[in-house]
């Protein structure tokens, strides 16, 4: 870990930062709702399904349809009408992750649930359709989490699928964690999963590079409250055999009611930092300074990322932290942090009046609490959020999904903020949205590295151009790393735009 309080020098050469503001937005309304099995979940996904350069939110309902929210904003106001096909208008989803699994340009849709999962082909104009028989059969689960990677040259994506309670365990619900899967390619289907054994009641998972190894590895966020003992946070080696890495690879054994993961390198020192959610403190993790393996230590209490209780409301219990996003909301240069929180139900020993965090980065790398300031302040049980630019204006704006409350989207109307840039990635297929590729960008004084993902938050995802915040920079060189490795030319861009960036040999074909 290469910082005591203090971040690039750079940062402190930077302007005043301007303070974020955020106004809320009259959306139709969506309930996420239902018994102890809706609890957790709750997810929201975010993607371009009408092919408008505006991404729709799709949001899971529990016990309610879910919903699909058609985006009709413009660079002024964000705007949302309802209109779920019947393919998505589905009960007992839990959460939503958009990618596109058979690379034919147009995103699909992995849906969890309570009971069968689906998995549904995107078609034109927002239209969803079963795919044909992948090999995944239907199996009655708790499903709470999912991420994917491609790994080679195969034809479909690695899947993994991650499960909560065992619900038909006689003896549950505590210590009845149910197995999670890993599903991988086998030619143009899926072979049979491999279970993910011990299970330890999965809320999130993420596969990322999280050693520049040049291979993703699957890390797993598990609940405390139902594995109570002998269980902890894992990593799952992606070699031929799947194995759980232990301390003799470096991995550290971490304990906690794991909710969501996110990953952002914060510190522009290459290595990627991952934040946790939890009933209770937040972690932020940096890879310890030689490490040779994934060796991941917590944030020092004074960095103010732990954000252990309500910072309004007046209730002092212990907060409950779910989706987590990293995102630059004022385009300073420095990520922000965006936690959604609310109670699981009614849990005596955690706050009932818990609002979502805004954590803003402060230039010696600190987190200062901006979310009532902002205007962001909500207590509605948040569950699954996102940080997106809804209305292409540069500037990030918040959706959240909440539980047995109508669901939430702020527009960000910061002023004097910095510059910025949007970048999205096009290859040819296999692998058509370049997941496991990374953007680099250099504004000549420090130079951002981001990995595209599938997968983390809680129960939901984005598959949207990347949104980088440039402070005073007015133009930049950037390169794509691909998935295979092979890294393009680099290239200089005007800052304050939309780009995307289409592979062509070492080369960039470029769209704004």
């Known amino acids: 870990m290469r910082r005591e309080l203090t971040l690039l020098a750079a940062f402190l050469a930077l302007p005043a930062q301007a303070e974020p503001l955020f106004q809320p937005v009259a959306i139709p309304d969506h309930v996420y709702s239902g018994g102890w099995e809706h609890f957790v979940g709750g997810g929201l996904a975010v993607f371009d399904c009408s092919g408008d350069g505006l991404p729709e939110l799709y949001a899971a309902g529990g016990e309610n349809p879910g919903a699909l929210l058609r985006n ?66 239907a199996a009655d689960t708790w499903t709470t989490a999912f991420s994917a990677t491609w790994e080679g040259d195969n034809s479909l994506p690695t899947l993994a699928f991650g499960n909560y309670v065992d619900r038909d365990d006689p003896n549950g619900p505590f210590r009845a964690c149910d197995t999670s899967y890993l599903y ?38 598990n609940d405390r409250h139902y594995y109570v003992s002998g269980g902890a946070e894992q990593m799952w080696a992606m070699e031929d055999s799947p194995r759980l890495l232990s301390e003799d690879d470096g991995w550290q054994t971490h304990r906690l009611w ?32 030689g490490a040779s393996g994934p060796d991941f230590t917590d944030a020092p209490y004074a960095l103010g990322s732990t954000a252990t209780s309500p910072y309004a409301g007046g209730d002092g219990r212990p907060s409950t932290g779910w989706h987590v996003a990293f995102g630059d909301v004022t385009n300073d240069g420095r990520d922000d942090v965006f936690i959604t929180k609310g109670n699981v139900d009614q849990m005596p020993d955690n706050a009932w009046k818990d609002p979502n965090n805004l954590l803003i980065q402060n230039a010696d790398g600190s987190f200062a609490e901006a979310g009532k300031s902002a205007g962001l302040l909500s207590m509605h049980r948040g569950r699954g959020g996102a940080l997106a630019d809804l209305n292409g204006d540069g500037l990030l704006d918040v959706a959240v999904v909440n539980r047995r409350a109508a669901m939430e989207v702020w527009q960000n109307v910061s002023t004097d903020t910095g510059h910025w840039l949007s970048v999205d990635l096009r290859q040819p297929a296999l692998n058509t949205r370049a997941i496991g590729g990374w953007i680099e960008l250099d504004d000549g004084t420090t130079r951002q590295r981001r990995e595209i993902t599938v997968g983390g938050g809680h129960a939901g995802g984005s598959a949207i151009a990347e949104h980088f915040g440039l402070g005073p920079a007015h133009s930049v060189r950037l390169r794509v790393v691909w998935p295979d490795g092979i890294a393009s030319d680099w290239i200089e861009q005007p800052t304050n735009q939309h780009l995307t960036l289409t592979r062509q040999g070492a080369t960039l074909s470029l769209n704004n």
């Open 184 to 221: 991988r390619p086998d030619g143009d289907t899926y072979a049979a999963p491999l279970p993910l054994d011990p299970g330890f009641c999965t809320l999130s998972m993420l596969f990322s590079d999280w050693g520049n190894t040049g291979r993703a590895d699957l890390r797993v966020s």
């Open 258 to 289: 794991g909710m969501g993961i996110a990953a952002r390198d914060i510190d522009r020192d290459g290595d990627q930092e991952v934040f946790l959610t939890s009933m209770g403190d937040q972690r932020l993790q940096f890879l310890r300074e």
């Open 72 to 137: 009709t904003s413009d660079a002024r106001q964000i705007a949302f009408r309802k209109d779920t096909p019947a393919a998505l208008a589905l009960r007992n989803i839990t959460g939503a992750y958009p990618l596109d699994l058979d690379s034919d340009g147009i995103l699909d849709l992995i849906l969890l649930r309570t009971g069968s999962n689906a998995i549904l082909k995107g078609g034109p104009n927002c239209s969803f359709t079963p795919f044909p028989d992948l090999g995944i059969a």
